[in-house]
Nanobody, 124 residues
Framework: QVQLVESGGGLVQAGVSLRLSCAASGRTLSNYNMGWFRQAPGKEREFVAAISWGGTSISFADDVKGRFTISRDNTKAAVYLQMNSLKPEDTAVYYC?????????????????WGQGTQVTVSS
């Protein structure tokens, strides 16, 4: 069982940056594809970014390309989402997820473990 814990969310103004972290307890993440998803009020959960277990494959949703980056540190069992130039429409609960490869990085149903989420609120 992989337990994921997100951190780094908060209330910020548009244009600033935030870095979300996802840490695993009791298990290494090096064997998992890792993804970030988000869910805004009244909307379905959507894909944000993902990185393969070896870091060789990375994918982003179109509306975050060029603003967000994803990275992982397998020695720390952690994955990060650097969010720059935040917009009010980025407001959502952000979830970290782990998938046993092979898996489709952008598909939420491919993920086996999920964190509880961290709230990101961007004011205009």
């Amino acid at each position: 069982q992989v337990q994921l814990v997100e951190s780094g969310g908060g209330l910020v103004q548009a244009g600033v940056s935030l870095r979300l972290s996802c840490a695993a307890s009791g298990r290494t993440l090096s064997n998992y594809n890792m993804g970030w998803f988000r869910q805004a009020p009244g909307k379905e959960r959507e894909f944000v970014a993902a990185i393969s277990w070896g870091g060789t494959s990375i994918s982003f949703a179109d509306d975050v390309k060029g603003r967000f980056t994803i990275s992982r540190d397998n020695t720390k069992a952690a994955v990060y989402l650097q969010m720059n130039s935040l917009k009010p429409e980025d407001t959502a609960v952000y979830y970290c997820a782990a998938a046993i490869p092979p898996s489709k990085l952008e598909v939420s149903s491919e993920y086996d473990y999920w964190g509880q989420g961290t709230q990101v609120t961007v004011s205009s």
